[in-house]
């Protein structure tokens, strides 16, 4: 199926402006999962994240942004959210991103980038066996992939990713045909005056 790129504009009573970008990718099952996965996590996930760090701590065109995978079995979305800085357009929030987005492209993440959320991955995973009741649900959805062994395997598979397969998914997710963005617009609320103050 070929996507195409749409952009599409909301305005409800909401506290500021949000900006919503998403590329279509496949599901969890599939090869190149944990490297999308791992690419959304370098791109937002902590404050030395690429977004993060250029366009919250350096720019301030974002208050908060983060990105994240749906992770459902059936092809998902990788989703990159934020909430806008007064003062800056929709526009120019979207053309930041996607500076950010073509330098990933044309030169690729670090070693040391990868290193750093492959141990977050690695942790989440780590503690994620702690309860009872994760690991009854991470049983389940292994079995559900027709491999209950999975569950068992998901550290090395996330061990395995490296920096070329990074690099391969993020020229072929993150083009502007394979995308959709959300425009969210605050609008303006009407101040109630108190009679009684008047």
Not at 35 to 45: Q, T
Not at 139 to 161: Q, R, Y
Request: charged share 25%; proline share 2%; hydrophobic share 40%.
């Amino acid at each position: 199926m070929v996507w195409s790129y749409s952009t599409e504009t909301v305005k409800a009573k909401v506290p500021a402006d949000a900006l919503y970008m998403s590329w279509h990718m496949p599901g969890r099952f599939h090869e190149d999962y944990y490297a999308i996965d791992l690419l959304s996590d370098i791109l937002s996930r902590g404050k030395s994240s690429r977004l993060y760090n250029a366009l919250v701590k350096e720019k301030e065109i974002f208050t908060s942004i983060s990105s994240f995978v749906m992770g459902t079995v059936d092809p998902g979305m990788l989703v990159i959210s934020g909430r806008v800085n007064a003062g800056i357009s929709l526009e120019k929030a979207e053309q930041e991103v996607n500076l950010i987005l073509q330098e990933v492209m044309q030169k690729g993440i670090t070693e040391e980038e990868l290193q750093k959320v492959k141990n977050q991955a690695l942790s989440t995973l780590a503690f994620g066996e702690v309860e009872v009741m994760n690991r009854a649900m991470n049983l389940a959805f292994a079995k559900l992939s027709g491999d209950a062994n999975l569950v068992n395997e998901e550290k090395g598979i996330v061990e395995a990713v490296t920096k070329q397969h990074i690099d391969r998914v993020a020229k072929e997710i993150l083009i502007k045909s394979n995308s959709t963005v959300l425009y969210y617009k605050s609008e303006p609320t009407q101040q109630i005056v108190d009679a009684d103050n008047e």
